[in-house]
């Protein structure tokens, strides 16, 4: 996981992680250019409620070099045969999740990537805009749970590779850094040069967008320039299938009764549920409230 600045939000995604992970991991931490107390509130939950299955930590800096070459520099110190990586604003809501997420790597061995967010096959790209179809993901709510969806492009959320492949295409591409769009070309490169397969498969996690720091304040990462910028890259490095009308648009069915979870049941966790209440956090609730109290009043004296 690479993280920049998310002081108020890391602890709960630590949370998330330890709670909900019922297999010995390790954890690989990225700190990308933090200038808040992200790393220190992070590291002292770690101390406090490291869970017994954890069994490595590696703890690494970058000069905030933004999400691609972040994400790399963590991929490069995996040792194991499948990895996930998730980004700093996502907190895992499902018991069991690791098992899941990687269960199509293990079941079919062309498959490099198993993301949960989206997953889409690409009609036209560049820098006029992006035109997505069969698109599956839980923002739209149209992703069954029991389907493997093989599409073009996976998009970052929480996503498992198989490593023994990742190694292969050498990682993400860093001719597009800072961000976006590094996803959607590893995945046209895997199929073109290896014929990999990425699809999307349903995991339980909460993102909120006011959580995300790619166009937040504290930012640096130019994410507008850089997905027109890119668009028209994924345009010119991979016209020949783009223009082919060849389209992943696979459906596959693995039922939740086949997938190989371990017994938890006996599993106790005391992990403490971190809750922050923020300057910020008090004032918004203040002017929720606010209005929820001159609505109310509204409507009495009409």
């Known amino acids: 996981m690479s993280i920049f600045n998310q002081e108020s939000l890391i602890e709960r995604v630590l949370y998330g992680i330890f709670r909900n992970t019922t297999t010995p991991f390790n954890l690989i931490l990225v700190f990308d250019g933090c200038t808040d107390r992200t790393e220190p509130r992070a590291m002292k939950y770690i101390e406090k409620h490291r869970p017994e299955n954890l069994k490595e930590i590696k703890v690494t800096h970058a000069p905030n070099v933004y999400e691609t070459r972040a994400n790399n520099i963590g991929f490069k110190m995996v040792e194991e045969d499948y990895m996930i ?8 809501n499902e018991l069991g999740w690791e098992i899941r997420l990687t269960y199509p790597l293990r079941v079919f061995d062309d498959v490099l990537a198993v993301g949960s967010r989206m997953a889409q096959d690409i009609k036209s790209i560049g820098q006029d805009g992006h035109n997505y179809i069969n698109v599956v993901s839980r923002e739209t709510k149209n992703h069954p ?28 591409n860093e001719n597009y850094a800072p961000s976006d769009l590094d996803d959607a070309d590893l995945c046209l490169r895997a199929w073109r040069d290896k014929k990999l397969k990425v699809g999307a498969y349903w995991i339980d996690y909460i993102s909120k967008f006011e959580w995300g720091k790619a166009r937040a304040d504290d930012s640096t990462m130019g994410v507008k320039k850089s997905i027109s910028v890119n668009a028209e890259k994924i345009k010119n ?37 971190p809750t922050r209440v923020t300057y910020k956090l008090l004032r918004k609730k203040f002017r929720l409230y606010k209005q929820k109290i001159k609505s109310v009043i509204l409507r009495l004296f009409r």
Do not use: C
């Open 237 to 273: 490095d991979h016209s020949d299938y783009l223009n082919s009308e060849s389209k992943h648009d696979e459906d596959i069915t693995l039922k939740e009764k086949d997938v190989d979870y371990v017994d938890s049941s006996s599993r106790i966790s005391f992990i403490w549920y």
């Open 145 to 172: 749970r029991d389907l493997f969806a093989v599409r073009d492009v996976i998009n970052r959320g929480p996503v498992a590779f198989s490593m023994k492949h990742l190694r292969s295409m050498g990682y993400f």
């Open 85 to 92: 990586t998730l980004q700093d604003d996502m907190v895992i």
